[in-house]
């Protein structure tokens, strides 16, 4: 999607100017050059092309390989998958701190899940007589059957991070009769499993990472591409040349997916297509049908992107995390575009429109996720007056909305700069890094 848009964009930059000069071909460097109209590039100068095709290549890297989207779900066909994949590439690329949280939230939730399958299954092996005396506050049961004891290899070796992502991007399908009912949450799972209406899943962490199609091999060229595009911008700052808003918006995006892909989903399984099927057992009453179906209580946006069911949770590290993620990387993503503070801007408005709109791009994500926390954490509101509280316990979420569509406006306008700043580059952005600079070498 994001390389379409850029050559939609290279193919549209020699219409938009304003003299009436002859349009240059496709590798013509000399786009209407701010300084010099007999500037020539030099036969080793990168062209527009080339730099645009990079961004794009990166950008892809950074939305698609390294966004491992969940389970589809039953009866969802290609079409939809597909769909929900290009959002989630469109979002990545749109908002990478929102991302970054959920990516946060995931990770802690996979630790958790690993660990309340791992108390109830100490739990049972401490008991002689079967019977399980504790179990997670998560869990609303407090019988444990013999099964779990019969799980051999998956409950010696215990659940891990693995199995927690794998358990929350709908990786266990309920069977009933025979036949498919409803993809199990977490918490479903665990309190099915307690009851003794399923059976302990009995799958390994290499069985998950055998149904993943990113391995650790795959997951380091992903890193090593974007970190390549990082050194090469740090190249260039370090040996004075230009650098196009373009690749700025790139190196922010990059910042932000190897945070989020080389450490909070590193242990996450990528393009896994076939859930874990569990059978009900048939001793017991079916079910209700909704189960994991129903998502009242999930925002729209996580609903369609990730398609599962999000419970809020009041555990105030969980939160934290999350808005520290959060808040944390949109102003990293913002402070990164304070690198195009004095970009030469072909004039003077675009030039305050684009400070103006990182800048408050910073403020309303650290804002917004302020009063996600503040909603999140009702106790915080002991500090206010009373007038205050029930207006925040009210409009909290409306005002979040309306911050939400100020951000999005910001963001628009920043991509706006960036597409039209390609109409109008200083010269040296298209001079190349000298690395023999950096390589030792004996002088004559």
């Known amino acids: 999607m994001m390389i379409l848009l850029l050559c939609a964009v290279l193919f549209g930059v020699p219409f938009v100017r304003a003299s009436l000069v002859s349009l240059p071909s496709l590798n013509d460097t000399c786009i209407l050059p701010l300084f010099s109209n007999n500037w020539q590039p030099s036969p080793d100068a990168r062209t527009l092309w080339v730099i645009i095709s990079s961004c794009g290549l990166t950008l892809f890297a950074c939305t698609w390989t ?19 994949r290009l959002l989630l590439m469109f979002v990545a690329y749109f908002a990478p701190e929102l991302m970054a949280a ?5 990770l802690i939730c996979a630790r958790q899940v690993a660990k309340d399958f791992n108390d ?15 179990a997670p506050q998560s869990s609303q049961a407090v019988v444990l059957p013999r099964a779990i004891l019969n799980s051999n290899e998956s409950s010696s070796a215990g659940w891990t991070e693995t199995h927690g992502f794998f358990a929350g991007m709908g990786g266990f399908l309920l069977y ?68 196009t808003l373009l690749e700025l918006d790139t190196l922010a995006v990059v910042l932000l997916t190897i945070d989020t892909y080389g450490l909070l989903w590193w242990r996450k399984p990528k393009d896994v297509q076939r859930p874990h099927i569990v059978h009900w057992n048939s001793n017991f009453p079916p079910p209700r049908e909704c189960l994991a179906n129903d998502k009242r209580r999930t925002p729209m946006l996580l609903s369609v992107l990730f398609n599962r069911k999000v419970r809020r949770s009041h555990t105030s590290a969980r939160n934290m995390t999350t808005f520290l993620a959060g808040g944390g990387s949109g102003v990293l993503f913002a402070v990164m575009h304070t690198l195009g503070w004095n970009f030469v801007f072909p004039s003077h408005a675009e030039r305050v429109l684009w400070r103006m709109s990182f800048v408050g791009k910073a403020g309303l994500s650290l804002t917004m996720w302020s009063l996600w926390y503040l909603d999140t954490r009702p106790s915080e509101y002991k500090g206010l007056s009373g007038k205050a509280l029930y207006f925040l316990s009210v409009h909290l979420m409306k005002i979040i909305g309306v911050l939400g569509v100020i951000y999005i ?8 700069l960036i597409m039209l700043s390609l109409r109008s580059l200083p010269q040296g952005v298209y001079d190349t890094i000298a690395w023999t600079k950096y390589i030792p070498h004996v002088g004559t």
């Not at 959920?102 to 995931?106: D, I, P, S």
């Not at 406006?409 to 706006?416: G, Q, W, Y």
Request: aromatic share 6%; hydrophobic share 45%.
């Open 66 to 84: 390294a966004v491992p989207p969940d389970i589809p779900r039953l009866g969802e066909g290609v079409v939809v998958v597909t769909v929900r």
């Open 102 to 106: 959920w990516a946060a939230w995931q």
């Open 120 to 134: 109830v299954i100490g739990a049972q092996r401490a008991q002689p007589n079967g019977d399980c005396e504790a």
């Open 176 to 243: 009933v009769d025979g036949k498919p009912w409803a993809t199990l949450t977490p918490d479903e799972l665990l309190r099915f499993v307690c009851e003794g209406s399923v059976e302990m899943p009995v799958i390994t962490k290499a069985d998950i990472e055998d149904r993943s199609k990113g391995d650790v091999l795959s997951r380091c060229i992903t890193i090593l591409q974007l970190g390549w595009f990082f050194i090469q911008i740090i190249a260039r700052y370090a040996q004075h040349l230009h650098t």
């Open 409 to 416: 406006l910001a963001r628009l306008a920043i991509i706006t």
